[in-house]
């Protein structure tokens, strides 16, 4: 392909970036119809997809093509009639490609729901129009707001039932953006819609008029993806010591990593830590094209002025550095059936390093449906929200989850089998 | 790797911040996972068929090391019906950068008596045994693999880090959460985890980033003339693996393959797109998804692929 050509597609790309998103809901709520309505009518589901849920749907005796049936998955989930997982769909438009995390709701929901929620840029909480907020829309948007989504969308869904009222809508959102501010989520965009019958998801509702906002899909196209890197400091979780020490390269050694925040040059300033030696860039390869620049979240090769002793665990960092330290306070999704004690061992995996840890304290748990606290439960059981002290065998470098999902972010692994038992977050939940 | 396969896209005005493409993104997500793989497991291996998806997968191995060469070797299953040119293609792709191919063989299994044909002559499932042989042989504890969240729902909830029990059985109850990108690689002896680094890639970013990264593909993918008869609504390719039967009809026809796998269940779609171009501007407007079209084995019930994968399938 010549030059220019390829740039021309390189820059139509540029322009139609990555979104991920989670939706939460209950099947009760329509979330399987919405889910089904989007892939449908932005026309990302083919023939023989499509012809699939028309023979399901005549099987279990549906009169139309139920949409919900595209989005379940496996043999054991349809004859229980559950949904045992988070499952990943895939869509695309003119404007953006979509990862979307689909959650069900069922018991093991916070788990579920929590996992969706650690890769998404934008949270979908569903409503049913006729119940308003109930105790589980406050629970999701709980969770958006604990793993910090940056975006949150409330889809009051079922407007058909409720004769496309807008005081109903209203009376809604004003309700929930109160709840969502009260976590310190600062922005909610509601949108009133019919799943089932496609009002206001891509095409725009003639029943609702009275709303001028954006369909769901046009919000999900133009809703801002990341931030500016280059106001982050720069953060490169060493994966891997990339050493050829043969043929042309013989010399070569570079640390191999994905930018977890900020932009870095040729030349920049560095410390490396845990063992705070400061030394400069002296070149950076993006997969085999020397650059002279990286931004978040690119995997690089970085190559440094001094040869220094530095392995997979390590962290370049440049701006402010975190200090290094084996205290961890951090609030914390358990995950696993077996609970998390005072006083267990565990490995702790915090971006490219794992370290042998140990629970000193659960201080407190907090009732995710009324963000109660009680205090010294012993123990944390699955999906409980708590808050955790460890101490590690050695030092981590931790950012602030608030200030950076990737180096704020750890497992807690069950050292003899290892089974993940539960998800932290450096910092105060909310 | 060759420099001029590499394209750099950085291309930056002072006043526009840069953003990363949809294949950035998802090249950085992949190349980070084989990272992983080699920064935590002992013995890692890529299987590698010679089908599109585990070319990108070489092809993202290669630039995650460069300039040093991919710490892992190459694993083939072969079916013993494969397709000569994408034999060929795995073959050259050996040679020219240096990597070390295992291939376990279908045919083998087959002659020795330890599997035995199936009435239907379909071989993508006797795959599995072979596979699991090859993964305790070779006393591998991470097994790239190909395979995309959207290819089938029963992958759609598959983890990116896949644990296998010591009989390679993935249980969809058992799997660990994945949060964030960390995985947790941790697994017993004589178990080992399947990694997929294009988990979240759709058909469609494997062909863009063919084109953008201008790789090399088996000319299959290709129109080209080929004999073929009609079976299970597809086209299948005349040969001495089996088909056709006593009243199937050979005919020429100009077609192309979407997916490469065994000859035997391996479609042949209708197609006069010669070029990664017209393959793209073809999938745009194509009603089917590509196992859809091209897959006798996934056709045989709605849960196949789910069944496959619990008894340790790819």
């Known amino acids: ?430 | 790797m060759s420099e001029e396969k590499v394209v750099t896209l950085l291309t930056e005005s002072p006043s526009q911040p840069r953003r990363l493409s949809h294949l950035d993104t998802l090249e950085s997500e992949a190349v980070h996972i084989f990272r992983e793989v080699a920064g935590e497991f002992e013995r890692p291996v890529v299987l590698f068929s010679g089908g599109k998806d585990s070319i990108v997968m070489l092809h993202l191995a290669l630039k995650a090391f460069w300039p040093a060469p991919v710490p892992f070797s190459l694993l083939h299953v072969d079916t013993g019906h494969n397709f000569p040119e994408v034999l060929a293609y795995r073959d050259r792709t050996v040679a020219e950068h240096g990597l070390r191919l295992h291939v376990a063989s279908v045919q083998e299994f087959i002659d020795s008596g330890r599997l035995r044909e199936r009435p239907d002559g379909l071989r993508n499932p006797l795959q599995t045994v072979p596979l699991l042989d090859a993964i305790r042989a070779g006393r591998f504890d991470a097994v790239f693999g190909g395979a995309r969240r959207d290819e089938e729902k029963a992958r759609a909830k598959e983890r990116v880090f896949s644990l296998r029990d010591e009989f390679g059985a993935w249980d969809p109850r058992r799997q660990r959460p994945e949060l964030w990108s960390l995985y947790n690689g941790r697994h017993a002896p004589g178990e080992h985890v399947r990694v997929f680094p294009l988990s979240n890639w759709t058909e469609l970013d494997v062909w863009q980033y063919i084109q953008r990264e201008r790789i090399e593909l088996p000319a299959i993918y290709y129109a080209h003339e080929r004999e073929v008869f009609a079976r299970g609504g597809m086209w299948l390719t005349a040969g001495e693996w089996g088909g056709p039967k006593a009243g199937e009809t050979v005919e020429r026809r100009l077609v192309r393959y979407r997916t490469v796998g065994d000859m035997s269940c391996t479609g042949a779609v209708d197609s006069d797109a010669a070029t990664v171009a017209e393959v793209l501007t073809e999938l745009a407007a194509s009603r089917l998804t590509e196992r859809g079209a091209t897959r006798a084995d996934d056709q045989v019930s709605e849960a196949a692929m789910e069944d496959r994968k619990r008894e340790g399938y790819f």
């Open chain 1, 1 to 430: 392909m010549p030059i220019e050509q390829h740039q021309r597609a390189a820059r139509a790309g540029s322009r139609s970036a990555l979104l991920r998103i989670a939706t939460a809901g209950s099947v009760d709520d329509g979330k399987s119809t919405l889910v089904g309505r989007l892939l449908h009518d932005s026309r990302s589901l083919l023939s023989d997809q499509l012809q699939a849920v028309a023979d399901a749907s005549r099987r279990t005796g549906r009169a139309a093509p139920d949409l919900a049936l595209l989005t379940d998955g496996l043999r054991a989930e349809r004859e229980q009639g559950i949904t045992i997982d988070v499952a990943y769909r895939y869509f695309s438009t003119a404007r953006r490609r979509f990862i979307l995390a689909d959650t069900p709701g069922h018991v093991q929901y916070t788990r579920n729901m929590v996992t969706g929620a650690s890769t998404a840029e934008l949270a979908v909480v569903l409503v049913d129009a006729r119940n308003g907020v109930v105790q589980q829309t406050r629970r999701h948007a709980a969770i958006a707001a604990l793993l910090r989504v940056p975006h949150l969308v409330l889809a009051v869904n079922k407007m058909d039932l409720v004769d496309c009222a807008e005081p109903v809508f209203a009376a809604i959102a004003a309700e929930f953006s109160g709840y969502a501010a009260s976590l310190g989520i600062p922005e909610v965009t509601a949108v009133p819609l019919s799943a089932l019958e496609g009002d206001n998801v891509v095409e725009p509702s003639a029943r609702m008029d009275w709303y001028g906002g954006p369909t769901l899909l046009e919000h999900l196209e133009s809703v801002p993806v990341g931030g500016d890197p280059a106001s982050d400091p720069v953060r490169l979780p060493v994966q891997y010591v990339i050493r050829p020490q043969s043929g042309e390269h013989r010399d070569y050694r570079g640390y191999a990593g994905q930018l977890a925040s900020g932009v870095l040059r040729t030349g920049d300033r560095v410390t490396v830590l845990p063992s705070g030696w400061i030394t400069a860039v002296a070149g950076i390869d993006v997969l085999g094209q020397e650059t002279g620049i990286a931004h978040a979240p690119q995997s690089v090769t970085v190559r440094l002025a001094h040869e220094l002793d530095i392995s997979r665990g390590d962290l370049i960092a440049a701006g402010t550095t975190p200090r290094p330290s084996r205290e961890v306070a951090a609030t914390v999704s358990h995950l696993n059936e077996r609970p998390l004690r005072v006083g267990e061992r565990v490995l702790l995996k915090h971006t490219t390093r794992t370290v042998r840890a140990v629970v000193q304290d659960i201080p407190y748990l907090i009732d995710i449906d009324t963000l109660a606290r009680a205090d010294h439960p012993g123990l944390l059981r699955v999906n409980d929200i708590g808050r955790v002290v460890l101490r590690t065998a050695e030092p981590l470098m931790l950012d602030p989850y608030a200030v950076n999902r990737r180096t704020g972010s750890f497992l807690l692994i069950d050292p003899a089998d290892g089974t993940t038992l539960t998800a932290g977050m450096v910092g105060e939940p909310f």
